[in-house]
């Protein structure tokens, strides 16, 4: 099993501001594959916007094109540590976000379906 936990949201970062995300990946770190960032807005779908190859230094990210150019998913394989920084928020980036692992399956791209296992969530709210 693998444990994850968010951290760095809640409160409220004004439109064009910036706010780092962290998710702490406990347990049987080793069986991950990939990890991956996702979202969700109130009466929407859950989104897939960044994945990473775990514990590899030349893995090719993964963003979804909403966030592609300003956001950037990277990782600290010494703390078993993954990251989303967020720059030039908008007021449409307001979602639960949530951390994944993933045993398997393609990293090239962000597909719910692949990941494994889910962190609890953390909120980000922009402001206009």
């Known amino acids: 099993q693998v444990q994850l936990v968010e951290s760095g949201g809640g409160g409220s970062v004004q439109a064009g501001g910036s706010l780092r995300l962290s998710c702490a990946a406990s347990?049987?770190?080793?069986?991950?594959?990939?990890m991956g960032w996702f979202r969700q807005a109130p009466g929407k779908e859950r989104e897939g916007i960044a994945s990473?190859?775990?514990?590899?230094?030349?893995?090719?990210?993964y963003y979804a094109d909403s966030v592609k150019g300003r956001f950037t998913i990277s990782q600290d394989n010494a703390k078993n540590t993954l990251f989303l920084q967020m720059n030039s928020l908008k007021p449409e980036d307001t979602a639960m976000y949530y951390c994944?692992?993933?045993?398997?399956?393609?990293?090239?791209?962000?597909?719910?379906?692949?990941?494994?296992?889910w962190g609890q969530g953390t909120q980000v709210t922009v402001s206009s």
């Open positions: 347990g049987y770190i080793y069986s991950i594959y990939c």
């Open positions: 994944a692992a993933a045993r398997g399956g393609s990293c090239a791209r962000v597909n719910e379906a692949d990941f494994d296992y």
């Open positions: 990473l190859r775990h514990y590899t230094s030349n893995g090719t990210p």
